[in-house]
């Protein structure tokens, strides 16, 4: 009777030992956006790094799905209402997620994606500074004040009208996907005289004859910065922990893939995102030095300060680095 019992109580250890493993989702659904600034998540999904990284963390098979936005503010209702469970934001993005979820969902950084610079061009041949935009120009970018772009021509109209007018040149602004944004600029023949894009789309809009730039990211920040990061809830970290790891683990595993092979990793962009650039071009990008394909995050503070000092993030992080990331991101500064 007593070793029934022992047997009993030894099988009923074993059953609960098993339950966290047991109980992780068996999917995960990522979302990404245009451009070589996701170039990881599609070398992740590309070569199936998540599955196999889930596999070697003991989870087997684990399905996952991908899809492609338009920008930020269209992931965030998505990883609220649990539709995503990892996304990959601007800065902007994440702080106003971050401020709307504490408490609750949690939402924070679990990794940086890249450091890329962002170009403001325009093909408005009177346009060579800011004060030259008349009310009747029009000015592309990802979304309307909620977008990294969109944060960055406010910073840059502080610099240019003074503080109180950081917003001067909304009005002007228009979301448009950067595939689009980018057809228009070269196209002509519409209102829209200028774009605040990223790459490949900035630099293939140089190209052409007439288009310049007249400010970018790393002159408005004083240094570079992450131009994505990727966020989860707090909640799913909780209840997946293996399979939050394994994501995590893939994002690093194609981080190295296109660090150390840049000519196969531009392959995939060019095969996944059916870009018919030529293949120079996108290698031209990513041997440029201020592009970085890395999971640090840098300079979120310029960001969330400036959105302190204009109402627009309520609480105010007192520690960024501790608030807004999670323990596995690293903070580059």
Not at 38 to 66: I, S, T
Not at 90 to 113: E, M, N, Q
Not at 191 to 207: G, T
Request: a positive charge; proline letters at 5%; hydrophobic letters at 45%.
């Amino acid at each position: 009777m007593h070793r029934f019992a022992f047997r009993t109580i030894a099988a009923l250890a074993a059953i609960v030992l098993a339950l966290p493993a047991l109980a992780e989702a068996n999917r995960v659904r990522a979302a990404k956006q245009y451009g070589i600034g996701y170039l990881q998540l599609m070398v992740m999904e590309d070569q199936k790094l998540v599955e196999k990284q889930a596999a070697a963390a003991g989870l087997g098979e684990v399905a996952v799905e991908w899809a492609t936005f338009r920008s930020s503010d269209v992931m965030n209702d998505a990883l609220i209402s649990g539709s995503l469970d990892f996304v990959c934001l601007g800065i902007p993005g994440l702080a106003t997620i971050w401020s709307k979820t504490r408490g609750r969902d949690d939402v924070r950084a679990a990794a940086g994606l890249n450091a890329l610079p962002l170009f403001l061009n325009v093909r408005e041949p009177s346009i060579k500074t800011l004060q030259d935009f008349k009310p009747e120009h029009r000015i592309a970018l990802p979304a309307v004040k909620v977008s990294m772009q969109a944060l960055l021509l406010q910073m840059a109209s502080a610099k240019a009208f003074g503080e109180k007018d950081y917003a001067k040149l909304d009005p002007l602004t228009t979301s448009l996907a950067h595939p689009d944004a980018t057809g228009m600029m070269l196209g002509g023949g519409t209102e829209i005289v200028a774009n605040f894009s990223s790459y490949p789309f900035q630099a293939r809009q140089l190209k052409q004859a007439g288009i310049r730039t007249i400010t970018n990211s790393v002159e408005i920040l004083g240094g570079p910065s992450s131009f994505n990061v990727i966020a989860a809830t707090g909640r799913f970290r909780r209840d997946n922990p293996k399979l939050y790891g394994a994501f995590l683990a893939a994002l690093d595993e194609a981080t190295d893939l296109i660090n150390k092979d840049k000519s196969a990793a531009a392959d995939i962009y060019l095969r996944l995102s059916k870009d018919r650039a030529p293949k120079a071009e996108i290698m031209e990008i990513m041997n440029d030095p201020a592009v970085r394909f890395t999971t640090d995050v840098f300079n979120l503070a310029a960001f969330t300060d400036f959105m302190a000092k204009t109402g627009m993030l309520k609480p105010t992080p007192k520690d960024w680095k501790t608030e807004m990331l999670f323990p596995e991101a690293k903070p580059a500064n």
